[in-house]
Each structure stands twice: as C-alpha cells, then as structure tokens.
C-alpha cells in the first residue's frame, strides 16, 4: 500500500530560525513528490515539485531535497517568518493509476515571534 | 492566477439530508478532485474526472457521488448525510497529470452534519 509519513507532526520555533521537514513514502512506482503549505482554512498551495532525478529545488527560503534510493524528502525553511505558520503536506505522485496522489498528514509549524 | 471557487466556506445539515458541495475552476483544467481533509489522515481522495459527464471513484467513494455536466464545474452529492461525513472537504483541478503539472486546490468547505 501506498504511504507518506511525515515527521514531526508539529513544530515550534522562534522567528528567524531555520527548520526542516521530513516525509518517507513507500510509493511506487514512483512520479514525483510536492510540497504544499497551507495556510489555516485555505487550500494547500504548491511549493515545489520534484521528479526522479532532481535532487534539491528551491523557491525563496524553502528548500526541498530528495533521495529517491531511501524514498526520503525534506523541506528546510531558512530564516524563518511569521507568515511561515502553516501546515506543510508531503504528496507522492505514482505512476501507476494515472498519477494519482498520496498524501501525508502534514506537519503543523507554528513560528512564534 | 488559477481560480478554484467552493460554493460555501461552511456548511450546517442534518443527518439523512441530501447535500450538495459545488465547485467551479476557470483555467480549463480537464482534471477535478474531491478530497475530504480529517485530523491525522492527510487527504483522502473520494472522487475525480478527467472529462466531462466522466467519473472514477477513489479511495474512500462510499456515500458520495459526484457530477459533471460542464468541465468547470465538477458537483459532490452526499446522498443521504450521516455524521461521520463531518469533515474539511478540496475540490481540486489540473490538467492531464503529466509530470510537474500541481494540482490548484480550492479553500475548502467545512461541512457539519448534526
């Protein structure tokens, strides 16, 4: 079965501090994997997208990495802002079935002034 | 910017009522989603289309239908509501899933049903 963990399930930090996310997923075969941050009662909004032979991808402060031989991604956030407070999801694209999504249950990061 | 526009941000209904959860996208995307968001279960995906008057179920259809007469419009029907349908639920859309092609999420409907 399809899976994405995603770890923690929430943080906190202090304005200005950088952080990193991580999401392991058993999804195969695999197509690509998003990050999407939403915001507290919107709908998730795309980050970045990454497919099998991209490493690392940035946009702004937000940094997402992957390892498709241990089927690990990371988000770091570098400096972060209030703004920055939000829920971060992992999704996992397969190949199989159309490229349909799987998702992670998210990490809740609260960055606190 | 790609537009995805959920009827209601928050919706009351009793329990055996038939309800209705409309979603409009204007970028002419082929592709529509409804998903339900609960704590600790990430998204589920309920229903999708990627034509129009076409549907295919996907992990949790029990209890919905959808509809999809026009391509920017794309309809989740609760059949009879039960309080176990308590739930955030996304309408979502892209075109055909090629690879990079995100997914625009709509703000979500916040549905209770007592």
């Known amino acids: 079965k399809n899976q994405v963990e995603q770890s923690p399930q929430s943080l906190i930090i202090l304005e200005g501090k950088n952080c990193t996310l991580q999401?392991?997923?058993?999804?195969?075969?695999?197509?690509?994997l998003r990050w999407h941050k939403q915001d507290t009662g919107r709908g998730p909004v795309s980050l970045t997208i990454m497919t099998f032979s991209e490493n690392t991808k940035s946009n702004g402060r937000y940094t997402a990495t992957l390892d498709a031989d241990t089927k690990q991604s990371s988000l770091h956030i570098t400096a972060s802002q209030l703004s920055d407070s939000a829920s971060y999801i992992c999704?996992?694209?397969?190949?199989?079935?159309?490229?349909?999504?799987?998702f992670g249950g998210g990490t809740r990061l609260m960055v606190k002034p | 910017d790609v537009k995805v526009t959920q009827s209601s941000r928050y919706l009351v209904k009793r329990t055996g009522e038939k309800v209705f959860l409309e979603c409009v996208q204007d970028?002419?995307?082929?592709?529509m989603f409804w998903y339900r968001q609960d704590p600790g279960l990430g998204l589920r995906l309920i229903y999708f289309?990627?034509?129009?008057?076409?549907?295919e179920k996907g992990d949790i259809p029990e209890g919905y239908s959808v509809s999809r007469e026009k391509k920017e419009r794309f309809s989740l029907i609760l059949e009879s509501a039960s309080t176990n349908q308590t739930s955030m639920y996304l309408c979502?859309?892209?075109?055909?899933?090629?690879?990079?092609?995100?997914?625009?999420f709509g703000d979500g409907t916040r549905l209770s049903i007592l």
């Open positions: 999704v996992v694209s397969s190949l199989n079935a159309g490229n349909m999504l799987t």
């Open positions: 289309s990627y034509d129009v008057k076409m549907k």
């Open positions: 970028m002419d995307h082929e592709n």
């Open positions: 979502a859309s892209s075109f055909p899933q090629e690879l990079g092609q995100p997914q625009h």
């Open positions: 999401c392991n997923y058993t999804v195969s075969p695999f197509s690509n």
